[in-house]
């Protein structure tokens, strides 16, 4: 069993910065495949960026150049860094993980971007 405790979401102006932190519990923490995805209201879930055990990246066309995710296994922690916000952005943001056979999520944290 994993637990994911998502922490970082806020109300911020369009154009500001905000950094969303995922931790993770397990002690096989750099194996997962960590991923953010977000729903708006009225919205199916969308995939926003994705991490891989190795390291790479993929991100949403929404997105690209202004998120960056992140991963600090020592810290058993993933992060994505949002800048440039925009109202299009609002959404509950929720952390993902993959192990094996099994996906966990988090509680979700929402982020609300005022114009």
């Known amino acids: 069993q994993v637990q994911l405790v998502e922490s970082g979401g806020a109300l911020v102006q369009a154009g500001g910065s905000l950094r969303l932190s995922c931790a993770a519990s397990?002690?096989?923490?750099?194996?997962?495949?960590m991923a953010w995805f977000r729903q708006a209201p009225g919205k199916r879930r969308e995939l926003v960026a994705i991490?891989?055990?190795?390291?790479?990246?993929n991100y949403a066309d929404s997105v690209k150049g202004r998120f960056t995710i992140s991963r600090d296994n020592a810290k058993n922690t993933v992060y994505l860094q949002m800048n440039s916000l925009k109202p299009e952005d609002t959404a509950v943001y929720y952390c993902?993980?993959?192990?094996?056979?099994?996906?966990?999520w988090g509680q979700g944290t929402q982020v609300t971007v005022s114009s």
């Open positions: 993902n993980a993959d192990v094996y056979l099994h996906s966990y």
């Open positions: 991490i891989t055990s190795r390291g790479s990246t």
């Open positions: 397990g002690r096989t923490f750099s194996s997962y495949d």
